[in-house]
């Protein structure tokens, strides 16, 4: 995994990463997931298959929680799991901006011992306060570019 240098000074995850296997990808995420410590919003885009519920795994493996029990929540649209912190895994990819408004994830987002991952995350109406935007960017069939920035 190679770091590309980041232009701005930014808060705790920032910058530009290649990713040259899944594998990476997973062990990327879980580092980010081990840093944090409190609130955390992650509003991940990027085209199907690009790793998107990938990362997700390796953040709840970086909470402490078992990646094996994260899945794609597709269809229950919202997944929660205990771990160092609670870990909320949001799907929008079949919601259109209009039912994202009906969700009621403005209590999800407020709690401060929660971590908040959102694949599909252009979906969403309103971007929460302090949330990470994180593009998933295909570069070749294994290799992944993926860009933190805060969402403000």
């Known amino acids: 995994m190679t770091q590309e240098p980041s232009t701005q000074t930014e808060p705790l995850i920032t910058g530009q ?45 970086g909470l402490e929680i078992d990646p094996a029990e994260v899945t794609s929540p597709s269809f229950t649209l919202i997944n929660e799991y205990a771990g160092r912190l ?20 403005e209590e999800i987002f407020a709690d401060d011992q929660a971590v908040t991952v959102i694949e599909w995350a252009e979906r969403l109406n309103e971007v929460p306060e302090g949330a990470i935007r994180v593009w998933i960017d295909y570069v070749s069939d294994s290799e992944r570019r993926i860009r933190f920035q805060p969402a403000a």
């Open 17 to 61: 990463f290649i990713t040259h296997s899944a594998e990476e990808t997973f062990e990327l995420a879980e580092r980010t997931g081990a840093q944090l410590n409190a609130r955390s919003v992650f509003l991940l885009s990027g085209d199907l298959g690009a790793g998107k519920t990938v990362f997700a795994k390796g953040l709840a493996a």
């Open 86 to 105: 609670r870990l909320f895994h949001i799907d929008l990819y079949r919601l259109d901006q209009d039912a994202c408004r009906e969700l009621g994830l």
